[in-house]
């Protein structure tokens, strides 16, 4: 009976060894905001985002969600379906498009008019949607500044 124990012990232990949670967040960072195609009182905006998988595997994502705030501000925001791969201990660049109403994005475009700056604060809110059966969302956080292109 003592063996019977140990055995299934040792079975139990091998087996949770196997589930090891090592798997470290991605990063995410936003690299260029560029202005899209403008219809009426709407703007495409393309958001740039940079993903960087520092784990030992792939990562692969059916969808993404995201807030992007500008200097303070909530002005872009959207969903995207697209695939995407991010190659074990690399990077993908993920470009999305973003619909802002000119109305919402008309004081963030009035102060950098007033005030032009090179670069601008942003607050990134990101929630990946892993592939697989078992797959939980991911929600990963970013403030930095990024550079305005010319």
């Given at each position: 009976?003592?063996r019977?124990?140990?055995?299934?012990?040792?079975?139990?232990?091998?087996?949770?060894?196997?589930?090891?949670?090592?798997?470290?967040?991605?990063?995410?960072?936003?690299?260029?905001?560029?202005?899209?195609?403008?219809?009426?009182m709407?703007?495409?905006?393309?958001?740039?985002?940079?993903?960087?998988?520092?784990?030992?595997?792939d990562?692969?994502?059916?969808a993404?969600?995201y807030?992007?705030?500008?200097?303070?501000?909530?002005?872009?925001?959207g969903t995207?379906?697209?695939p995407?791969l991010?190659?074990?201990?690399?990077?993908?660049?993920?470009?999305?498009?973003?619909?802002?109403?000119?109305?919402?994005?008309?004081?963030?475009?009035?102060?950098?008019?007033?005030?032009?700056?090179?670069?601008?604060?942003?607050?990134l809110?990101?929630?990946l949607?892993?592939?697989?059966?078992?797959?939980?969302?991911?929600?990963?956080?970013?403030?930095?500044?990024?550079?305005?292109?010319?």
């Amino acid at each position: 009976m003592k063996r019977l124990t140990i055995a299934a012990l040792t079975l139990l232990l091998t087996a949770c060894s196997l589930f090891r949670n090592d798997f470290i967040a991605p990063d995410i960072a936003l690299v260029g905001l560029r202005l899209g195609s403008s219809e009426g009182m709407y703007q495409t905006v393309l958001v740039d985002l940079m993903l960087t998988n520092p784990n030992a595997s792939d990562l692969k994502f059916n969808a993404l969600s995201y807030r992007v705030r500008l200097e303070g501000r909530d002005l872009v925001n959207g969903t995207s379906r697209e695939p995407l791969l991010v190659p074990a201990g690399g990077s993908a660049k993920y470009t999305v498009p973003a619909t802002i109403s000119l109305m919402s994005g008309f004081g963030f475009i009035r102060d950098l008019l007033n005030k032009p700056k090179d670069r601008i604060t942003y607050e990134l809110n990101a929630t990946l949607e892993p592939s697989g059966l078992f797959s939980m969302p991911l929600t990963v956080k970013k403030a930095d500044t990024v550079k305005l292109a010319q």
